[in-house]
């Protein structure tokens, strides 16, 4: 039976009101599936032979939670807690039966519900946080009803899914079901309707407080503090969830107030500006998609070093079989001992069984032939970053493999035009920049070279996509995004800092503070100081740079002070200790070395320290935008909050302009750029012209949308 709406219908099923959702792709709520659920029930509560009602959504994903899209404006029609009031009221025992994903208003729509049901494979989560919101549709006052309310804070605070029969086990779902859901939750109406059972309002339940005192409250905050850390949102979660102790009505009426004050944060704002940056990097502008994807069920990784191991295991993840090829024996046999080892110890963290780890060890073949890699879907090129060697090995590979087959080149700091140039079909080379450890970070680089054709791009995308990354598409310029930034931004003006006076643990301490995960000095000795020095050698070759540029940390390398791993870097490591420890002979390295090039060294304040950085970033951010190296400035974004430690909830470097103002920006990068008459100061033409036309960042991407 029609509804007023296109996204929900209405059917008889005997004594059953049954209602339908059916808004692909995701069943986000919307102003028209809201209208259709409050017509739905109310011809359910008119029809006289309808006693229950049940409530099912099609497709994999029971529902994403409210549209994202309509927070920005007003949404018209019913809200959605109007809603679920009229659920939880109604005469008639309402069920929800749920599949896939129960996120955000999904779940807090079935927490209206009178009874729920769940398929064993389905999540139940409330991922507001994640957002920077909280959940404000009912979700803060029934989950404590149902779960309690330190068990409800825990899953608030996560924003992390939880699975059917954990829902079980804490009353939030009833019955959690195998196969047929529909027919299922047609038997769980029937039972209702021949016991007599009615309506079960949530809201007329009592939350339990036990643990929810000071100490529980910390110690959950305690469990999550790594991933709130400057954050905002959970202080209103919890104000939020306290009041659940009150009245039903009091309650959401707190909830109401607190949930529009986090939806107007800035904090908010920047993490639903990530959410769909990230899912929007991967789309390329103008290009049709590809219209059906050859499958890719065989991949060749080329090179068996730290990279090499780490996107075979990623492949291996990611059910994709994969010859692991090297032209040494202790090579190859090194890279399957990495393989081996990452695998041994997401075993002993309880993250894989130790079966399905032994499953994708044996995806990963070794070879020492290059002919290997002839079968292959795909081929990704990771041995070590040097010109001829990749070119040698790339024009190889070029004359072994069909020509509809992609050959990706790992370089880091590579020309990719200059590589494809080696082979004779240089439109099926691209770069796929991984970061390292490459089964764990997220964020690819998928690298158009000058010649990569739009459909080897398009693989490219989809190599990216299989392996679950954000992939970002990045034009051939030094350095890419992400590293053409570091370096001629953010690092460099760390260590221009550092010989003005600052020391690594001040400069390091400040942008943690700011919100990195870590400073650049540490992420140095991390890396490995000498990583860094051989990457610059072989950006030289593409473009030089004015002095100074990194000469402190090539300083470091030519002295053996290759960082942790040596025991000594910009720090210096006890045996065995991961701890940074101020090291005097540092001092003195830096002091020559500003010494040499006459820079009078003087006291550093923590805000001109977060503000050079800060602004270099932007600003060479800026000039990757103009000179179309990347296409969005929402892409930059993605690439520095997930593959360089910008504080997501300011939502990458580009965004966070558009906070500070770019009038400001511009105004201060202007400053610096007089003050310190460098080189690397001078100040995006982008920037001018955005400040001067009162526009910014958002502005310049929706007008290339
Ligand atoms: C909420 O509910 C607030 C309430 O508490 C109170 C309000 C009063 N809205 O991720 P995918 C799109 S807040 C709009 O690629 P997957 C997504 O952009 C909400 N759009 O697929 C993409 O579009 P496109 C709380 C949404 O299979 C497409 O759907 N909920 C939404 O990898 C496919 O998405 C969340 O935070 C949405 N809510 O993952 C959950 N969700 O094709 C957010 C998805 O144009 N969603 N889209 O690029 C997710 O976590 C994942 O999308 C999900 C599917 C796991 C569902």
Redesign the pocket.
């Known amino acids: 039976m029609a509804t007023s709406s296109t996204t929900v219908r209405f059917e008889h099923s005997g004594a059953v009101g049954l209602i339908l959702i059916d808004s692909p792709?995701?069943n986000?709520?919307n102003q028209d599936m809201r209208v259709g659920l409050a017509d739905a029930l109310a011809q359910a509560m008119a029809a006289p032979d309808i006693r229950a009602v049940l409530i099912l959504s099609a497709g994999g994903?029971f529902m994403?939670?409210?549209?994202?899209?309509e927070f920005d404006g007003a949404p018209g029609g019913p809200p959605?807690?109007q809603v679920q009031a009229a659920i939880e009221q109604a005469a008639k025992p309402v069920v929800v039966a749920m599949q896939g994903?129960a996120?955000?208003?999904?779940l807090?729509l079935a927490m209206a519900c009178h009874y729920r049901l769940a398929l064993d494979s389905a999540k139940l989560g409330?991922?507001?946080i994640?957002?920077g919101?909280i959940?404000?549709?009912g979700?803060t006052q029934r989950l404590p009803r149902l779960i309690g309310a330190r068990a409800a804070l825990d899953m608030i605070l996560s924003g992390a899914p939880i699975t059917a029969q954990e829902g079980k086990a804490h009353g939030l779902i009833d019955e959690v079901v195998q196969g047929d859901l529909r027919a299922a939750g047609l038997a769980f109406c029937q039972n209702l309707i021949d016991s007599g059972a009615g309506p079960r309002p949530t809201r007329e339940m009592q939350a339990n407080a036990d643990g929810f005192d000071a100490a529980g409250i910390a110690d959950v905050m305690r469990t999550h503090s790594r991933a709130l850390r400057g954050r905002t949102t959970q202080t209103l979660a919890i104000e939020a969830i306290s009041a659940a102790m009150q009245s039903f009505d009091e309650g959401i009426a707190i909830e109401a107030r607190l949930?529009a004050q986090s939806l107007t944060s800035r904090e908010s704002q920047a993490l639903r500006h990530m959410?769909?940056a990230e899912?929007?990097a991967g789309?390329v502008k103008g290009e049709a998609k590809a219209t059906a994807p050859a499958p890719i069920r065989d991949a060749a990784v080329i090179g068996a070093g730290t990279m090499g191991s780490g996107i075979a295991q990623a492949f291996a993840d990611a059910g994709v079989t994969v010859t692991l090829i090297d032209s040494t024996e202790a090579g190859l046999a090194h890279g399957q001992d990495i393989v081996r080892s990452n695998y041994a110890a997401s075993v002993k963290r309880g993250r894989i069984s130790p079966a399905a780890a032994e499953e994708r060890i044996q995806s990963v073949t070794g070879s020492l032939r290059l002919e290997d890699a002839a079968t292959a879907d795909v081929v990704v090129e990771a041995v070590f970053e040097d010109l001829e060697l990749k070119q040698d090995v790339l024009s190889r590979l070029d004359a072994i493999l069909p020509p509809d087959r992609l050959i990706a080149s790992n370089t880091s700091t590579l020309s990719v035009t200059g590589l494809g140039r080696a082979t004779a079909h240089p439109g099926r080379i691209a770069g796929l920049h991984f970061f390292s450890p490459a089964h764990i970070m997220k964020l690819v680089e998928v690298v158009r070279g000058g010649e990569t054709s739009p459909d080897m791009l398009a693989k490219a995308l989809q190599v990216a996509k299989i392996l679950k990354k954000i992939a970002v598409v990045a034009g051939d310029g030094f350095g890419f995004i992400g590293n053409r930034m570091m370096l001629d931004g953010y690092f460099r003006e760390a260590e221009q800092l550092l010989l003005e006076g600052a020391s690594p643990s001040q400069v390091d301490g400040a942008l943690e503070r700011f919100g990195f995960a870590m400073g650049p000095q540490r992420v140095s000795d991390l890396g490995g100081t000498d990583v860094g020095t051989k990457a610059r050698i072989q950006l030289y070759r593409r473009e030089t740079r004015p002095d100074p540029y990194f000469v402190i940390a090539d300083r470091l390398t030519a002295l053996g002070r290759l960082g942790q791993k040596s025991g000594s870097g910009f720090y210096r490591y006890e045996p065995g200790g991961r701890d940074a420890l101020p090291d005097p002979e540092v001092t003195a390295v830096i002091e020559a070395l500003a010494a040499e090039r006459g820079i009078k060294r003087r006291d550093i304040g923590e805000d001109e320290i977060i503000e050079r950085c800060i602004l270099s970033l932007i600003n060479v951010g800026a000039m990757v935008l103009d000179e179309a190296v990347a296409a969005r400035a929402a892409d930059i974004d993605v690439v520095w909050t997930s593959g360089y430690g910008f504080p997501r909830h300011l939502g990458g470097p580009m965004f966070h302009t558009d906070t500070l103002g770019l009038a400001h920006v511009a105004e201060r990068i202007r400053y610096y750029s007089e003050k310190l008459g460098s080189p690397y100061w001078r100040p995006s033409a982008l920037i001018e012209r955005l400040a001067a036309d009162r526009s910014n960042f958002d502005q310049w991407d929706r007008e290339r949308s």
């Open positions: 792709p995701v986000a709520i994903t994403a939670g409210v549209d994202i899209s959605l807690q994903m996120l955000g208003g999904g807090e409330l991922p507001e994640t957002l919101i959940p404000g549709a979700g949930a959410f769909f899912r929007q789309k």
